[in-house]
């Protein structure tokens, strides 16, 4: 896409006095999910670009908070911003993410965000 | 797509740390039988996704911000001011699209000012030619400054 057919100011006149990701409030529908729901995440192919860590594929947790809509890094990436997702956050036993992981710390957590496109009711 | 058993993730982890520069197999130009899906998956993901690959520690030191990394903090933030990328796009840029070798091999802001400079390639605010010519002239301007 060369710069003559895109207005690349339209991401900065769109959160201009506004804020990312407010600007984006509202633009997403109804969200799939809600806190407490137990999710799986999704393996999507991961070519060319993601902010969903491999290691999170697969794993079973429980979301702790509906964040915010915007777009998904895979599409903002490339400054799309025209399909905005809710995103959550998504708290693993750490266990269940390390197989290794030291018994006597079962209790430990890691808590992190996906859009949601990555996640499937589990 | 179904998801992933977390056993096949756990090979994939091993797979991927063996294909990092630190322990190297042969794999030059392979013929395409040498790629199932499990090589072709550790090749084409994104190479700032580490967490759970083997590595050996990092050694952390305190260090003083240089002026050049502010100098380069403050290009890029520019450049996203002006419309011609986001942060995302930028850390899709600095953090993938360099390769691999780049990725674990250059420093922090490194990455960021040779994205800046791929950028406005890329994007057609200057051409090629003209940004090899500009570093060809400094560099000259800056040999004889340095040679008095």
Redesign the interface.
């Known amino acids: 896409m060369?710069?003559n057919q895109h207005?690349?100011?339209?991401?900065?006149k769109k959160a201009s006095g506004v804020g990312d990701p407010q600007c984006f409030r509202g633009e997403a529908g109804q969200a799939k999910f809600k806190n407490g729901d137990k999710v799986?995440?999704?393996?999507?192919?991961?070519?060319?670009?993601?902010r969903c860590?491999?290691?999170t594929?697969?794993?079973v947790g429980r979301i702790t908070k509906v964040v915010y809509e915007s777009p998904a890094?895979e599409d903002?990436?490339?400054?799309n911003t025209d399909h905005p997702e809710w995103f959550y956050s998504v708290v693993f036993r750490q266990h269940e993410l390390?197989?290794d992981y030291p018994a006597s710390y079962k209790n430990d957590t890691l808590e992190t965000e996906f859009s949601e496109r990555w996640l499937?009711q589990a | 797509?179904?998801?992933?058993?977390?056993s096949a993730?756990?090979r994939?982890?091993d797979l991927v740390g063996q294909l990092q520069p630190a322990y190297h197999q042969p794999q030059h130009a392979p013929y395409p039988d040498a790629i199932d899906h499990a090589k072709y998956r550790a090749l084409?993901?994104?190479s700032h996704?580490v967490?759970?690959e083997p590595d050996v520690p990092i050694e952390w030191e305190e260090k003083e911000e240089e002026q050049w990394e502010a100098n380069t903090f403050a290009t890029c933030e520019c450049l996203a001011?002006?419309?011609?990328?986001?942060a995302?796009?930028r850390?899709?840029r600095q953090n993938?699209d360099v390769g691999e070798t780049q990725y674990l091999a250059l420093p922090y802001y490194g990455r960021w000012l040779l994205s800046a400079a791929r950028i406005i390639v890329d994007?057609?605010?200057v051409t090629l030619t003209e940004l090899v010519n500009k570093i060809d002239e400094v560099k000259s301007r800056y040999e004889q400054k340095s040679a008095r």
């Open positions: 060369s710069k207005d690349r100011a339209h991401h900065a799986r995440i999704r393996d999507l192919p991961d070519i060319f670009y993601t860590q491999v290691y594929r697969g794993a890094a903002e990436a490339w400054d390390w197989p499937e | 797509m179904p998801s992933p058993s977390r993730l756990m994939h982890f084409l993901r994104s996704d967490g759970g001011w002006r419309g011609v990328w986001s995302e796009e850390r899709r993938v994007k057609q605010y």
